[in-house]
């Protein structure tokens, strides 16, 4: 399918970005999202575990009207070489944002089908009367594909990038809206034809239908792992491509970073009922970050499916991981995820506190009783595991422990691991470790 993107007029901005992306998954040392500890002598790393780039990324037709474009894209000198493909009233919408006023169609709004009340959402709940309200204003405009709204001067700058950040986050059915700009009183959009956004939305609809078939009549839980699973299964990371911070981009392209990941998550949980939010924040080293709170049995739980996905150049389709899945705050936060819910470029903002988590009983590995209190219990488990994934090429080894002690005892034979593993099966050609000691999951992975 075409995509277009809308031609973005030239304004003074109060921020660039409600959201810059999450960085680089091989640049996030403390998730360890590639195998790069190779553990035994004369092996090496299973090769091209890297970032897949998009090449070219969006052509934006904002190059070609002296609009700065977005990273990736083509640099505007460049811009008279490539072909780009301009919505057919993009003047309209041009004049529209820049004289501050109109609509871009009469048309209703796109989702009828779509029910979510967003007064039945944690985040909303979380806002004051007057944020409640100017979030229903921007996103009935969003809906409706209006480019400005007025506001009077009660709308403080701040409050405008909190309230559009969380409307941005928490409503994934607007996989039509951008954040690459932020100004008050204007929406941006990456597409505006309300034809094209309801052709897309039926091959959202076509993914999204079998992967609800697959979780019907299952537990909550049961079903966030189907979710979960389709996810990181059916997607590449990838840092810059169009619709990568969408459900468009994780229903239907297979590439997202972050954002999607989170956002696809949010939108089936919408569908079945399951109360979840988005929450954002930071890795260690400042890189912008997105998962879900979720909620099982009446608890809370944290659930990062961008980092149970790891990379792969060659997708290997039994290649998951479950350190994220269901984890309380204590396991993650100021340890894996910092800043949580917190925008810490430009203008700095609180979005909301999330609800806390503070239970492991739906924890993956407690579900699955692959939870282990001493050495020689998890050695066994291990050994068992290595052979049952190795006999079927499945990639990730993984059980968790139950304190830093088992921990500590058990990571420090992982060369011998590594050893009899090879030698029980001649199809494993490395192992590589991938232990993470804030979640106390010690994960092998097996090379072939």
Same mark, same amino acid.
């Given at each position: ?16 970005? =409600?959201? %810059?992306?999450? $960085?680089?998954?091989?640049?996030? #040392? *403390?998730?360890? !999202? ?32 002296? =609009?700065? %474009?977005?990273? $990736?894209?083509?640099?505007?000198? #460049? *811009?008279?070489? !490539? ?32 029910? =979510? ?332």
């Amino acid at each position: 399918m075409t995509k277009r993107i809308m031609a973005f007029a030239a304004a003074v901005l109060m921020a660039v970005s =409600v959201f %810059t992306g999450c $960085g680089s998954k091989t640049e996030d #040392d *403390a998730q360890a !999202q590639t195998s790069v500890n190779v553990i035994e002598n004369g092996t090496t790393a299973p090769s091209g575990e890297e970032v897949t780039t998009a090449e070219g990324g969006f052509s934006d037709p904002a190059a070609q009207l002296g =609009v700065e %474009t977005q990273p $990736g894209d083509v640099p505007p000198e #460049d *811009a008279e070489n !490539q072909e780009t493909t301009l919505p057919p009233n993009h003047e309209e919408i041009i004049n529209m944002i820049q004289n501050g006023g109109g609509t871009v169609t009469t048309k209703a709004p796109i989702l009828k089908e779509y029910n =979510v009340d967003c007064t039945t959402r944690y985040g909303y709940n979380q806002l004051n009367d007057a944020e409640k309200e100017l979030y229903k204003q921007i996103l009935e405009a969003a809906n409706s594909i209006r480019t400005s709204l007025r506001v009077d001067d009660s709308v403080t700058d701040e409050m405008w990038i909190k309230v559009y950040g969380c409307v941005y986050m928490q409503e994934p059915q607007l996989f039509w809206l951008s954040s690459k700009k932020v100004s008050k009183g204007k929406l941006w959009y990456w597409e505006i034809d309300p034809e094209l956004i309801a052709s897309m939305q039926k091959e959202i609809d076509a993914t999204v239908s079998k992967i609800l078939a697959e979780a019907d009549g299952k537990s909550d839980y049961e079903k966030l792992k189907v979710f979960h699973d389709y996810i990181a299964l059916n997607n590449n990371f990838v840092k810059e491509s169009g619709y990568n911070q969408t459900i468009y981009g994780g229903f239907v392209n297979g590439e997202i970073q972050c954002e999607g990941y989170a956002k696809s998550i949010q939108y089936l949980c919408d569908l079945t009922g399951i109360e979840s939010t988005v929450v954002v924040g930071t890795n260690e080293s400042g890189d912008s970050h997105a998962w879900n709170v979720v909620k099982v049995d009446g608890k809370w739980y944290n659930l990062d499916t961008t980092w149970d996905d790891p990379i792969l150049s060659n997708v290997v389709k039994t290649n998951i991981r479950y350190r994220y899945f269901l984890v309380p705050d204590e396991w993650i936060h100021n340890k894996s995820h910092f800043n949580v819910n917190k925008k810490t470029t430009g203008t700095q903002v609180t979005y909301f506190t999330p609800p806390a988590c503070t239970s492991d009983d739906m924890n993956y590995f407690k579900v699955t009783k692959q939870l282990y209190s001493d050495e020689a219990s998890a050695d066994t488990a291990l050994r068992a595991k290595l052979k049952e994934c190795a006999a079927s090429n499945t990639r990730a080894v993984e059980i968790r422990v139950t304190s830093q002690a088992v921990y500590d005892a058990v990571t420090k034979n992982l060369k011998d691991y590594a050893s009899w593993i090879k030698s029980e099966n001649s199809a494993v050609t490395s192992v590589s470790s991938n232990c993470d000691p804030n979640t106390l999951v010690i994960e092998l992975d097996l090379s072939f």
